[in-house]
């Protein structure tokens, strides 16, 4: 058959199966749906700008225009994120009348922006953090404008927010963008610290319960983890439970070390080592690495070195 | 000399050479090049769109029309990807006719189309997967609009189809499309059962010849890849051998872990642990993990405790 | 209170808190801000065009017209970098009187652009280690279209030029573009030989004082960090140490391996093995790995065999 016959003939059916097995399986006339998604991000874009005025505009604006910019991106982005919210809350079935909905979305939208100094105070902690962290760095300008930490921490700082308001999946599709942009995986739960710096960054993952200090500092590939999680009668997992571990003040993880549990406690002021699994806690003050062992030639051939770890 | 005399004078040389350059080591006029490229990920955005419909869609649609949105979309992107792949197989000489060529990719691409409903019925085991396998999951809403495994792996199950038609390159710039929104590097050659699902996901790495069963779960930083390969006569790598390992049904494989090998086997319900790195099969119902020592105190200075893992 | 009304009465203290804070930290009239990086990103995809005419372009370009095309290209890149250039310039008070930094900036641009040539032949060495080092590899043309590692070593041997040429903030930009597109992070100090490849590429770290030889191959998730930085009398990281290690010629380093210290040489001919962790230098011809232990079976309850590793 020739492909311009067979579109015509076959796909319809093939479409129709298609719309079959969605039904099945999600409420589409309710679902925020990707567009949601795309409105989130837009909205997220904005709010950077209105956290970094004059700095993160697309174009160059009068400095004394500033504050007549974010005030008008920040009310525009509030009936944005208000309209989306409300939308997830008659998804959820917050309230029987959707007129409740839309008040519950225009509260949590106030209680999120008059967050937005404290937020914009903080993040700068942890700029600062970056630039004293790096010896690479060389002006918070830079680190501002290129350091996937800020975007990620900046990010997060709004979804948690956001996550304590009680509107899951909103913060989830946030942080979910700043995984894709950093390649830095920080649930809207978790509870993070003033000063923090996330190095390098990809890989890094901090479960939803986790709670961090501040003054940390984490390298590249860092895992803050579930151990494993308790199941119900059906064998799902059960929702809620703190599964993560607790990071105190002033700790140092390098790349790629795993600390997994909800009653893992790692004491302040402690430095992990490289690739280090750990799965208890440990008390202030610790210095835990792997051991480096001297090298051993267990092999000259071929002017092959061998070296066992 | 002043930066706009330079542009005029000396820069068409430079353009020149680099012209050159690219001649000696491409067919320039063949080559479906970045445009290309970027003709396929548009595809395979619109085939997502054709996979959720309702969900992915930019607009609000009447639900009613639906089926006519899905089959609008299929016909226009059908076209477009048998453009790109017949211009593929006429740069690879698959046939002495451009008229053969043709009736190739009309052939591969109704293969291809075919196989949707078949697809969208496996990802929403994946869907059912990640939702089961992730206790911070509030919804399949939220795993659709939100989790990078879900992304990953629906693109994947796409150019795995394209992979088994001999079409090689355009599933692969869309599963390295996949790897950059996600950090999820799968290969289209790769083989994966039902009910898949990678958590969290960044720096995950399956290789070209992998098998994976049904209910497998894998988390970030995962590598299924190669221990070696043999090279031919001119030391060039030999291309088309099993290098990569099998995993069977029910295996859960923890954040960082290295299977390398295309002789390795890992049995059925086995659980490998963080960070091991396994070059040797294992029998069904496994346990392997990294030995958890007790933390010993090995230096007091200054309240610091070193620990030695 | 109304949403509407709060949006009118509180958004322009809430926007007046936020330029007070942003004006604190920033010279707000001077940064390039984000529209700087956005102007950065865009002469990085110029450039890239203008390094593989008739591939990159968006649009299918008449051969006979591609030197006009890449001409006209770099005419216009020129001179839209000059522009960021001269203002970053301005910024670090380069010179006391504005039109040094014109001149100093064109200077710079035609430097770089003087580079083009040479960068193109290398990244052919590059293209070729890709092809060779990788089975999965088809052709060339994949390896151009689709391979992470092309992508970040074409910005990083740009970003590298620049670097050198003493414009910080710029490369830094360009090259955390190619670790968000990529998830490979290669500081623009980073010295680089030719042929080099980066096989999967996500997590890869490679620090500013790093240099590598001729003809290295590195997988996914391999550090090389620095081992700990000394502090001024202030505590804060002391800039321009040298840091990192250096990787000989025809050195292959495994996924997951950490390489740390700037007094760390891996000497040449040296094979490094997955998730290995060295401070220390190695000769040349070294193979070093972690021992593979044969599983032993501690545990056979419910059928589970338990390996430690």
Chains 1, 2, 3 share one sequence.
Request: aromatic residues 8%; negative net charge; glycine residues 6%.
């Amino acid at each position: 058959m020739k492909l311009d016959d067979w579109l015509n003939n076959d796909v319809p059916t093939i479409a129709e199966q298609l719309t079959h097995i969605n039904d099945q399986h999600f409420d589409i006339a309710k679902t925020i749906g990707f567009k949601g998604r795309e409105q989130i991000i837009k909205v997220i874009h904005n709010f950077h700008a209105v956290l970094f005025p004059g700095i993160y505009d697309r174009k160059p604006i009068d400095e004394t225009r500033v504050n007549v910019a974010i005030s008008n991106n920040l009310r525009s982005s509030a009936l944005d994120l208000r309209d989306i919210i409300e939308k997830v809350l008659v998804y959820n079935n917050f309230a029987d009348c959707e007129n409740k909905c839309r008040q519950e979305a225009d509260a949590i939208v106030m209680k999120l922006i008059n967050c937005f100094p404290k937020i914009r105070k903080v993040l700068q902690t942890d700029i600062q953090a970056a630039y004293n962290g790096d010896p690479a760095a060389t002006s918070t300008e830079e680190i501002v404008l290129s350091y996937p930490s800020i975007t990620a921490i900046c990010i997060h700082r709004i979804a948690h927010e956001l996550y304590k308001l009680n509107v899951k999946i909103v913060p989830r599709i946030m942080s979910e963008y700043a995984h894709e942009l950093t390649g830095i995986d920080i649930h809207p739960g978790a509870s993070i610290g003033e000063s923090f710096f996330i190095d390098h960054g990809t890989g890094v993952v901090i479960g939803e319960t986790c709670t961090i200090g501040d003054n940390v500092k984490i390298y590249q590939g860092v895992t803050l983890g579930a151990l494993s999680f308790p199941l119900d009668e059906d064998g799902n997992p059960i929702k809620g439970i703190k599964r993560h571990p607790n990071i105190e003040d002033d700790v140092i993880i390098y790349a790629g070390a795993t600390i997994l549990g909800g009653k893992t406690t790692i004491g302040h002021h402690t430095v992990l080592g490289s690739n280090i699994w750990l799965t208890h806690s440990v008390p202030p003050y610790s210095r835990v690495f792997h051991s480096q062992p001297s090298p051993s030639i267990s092999n000259s051939q071929h002017h092959a070195l061998e070296f066992e770890i």
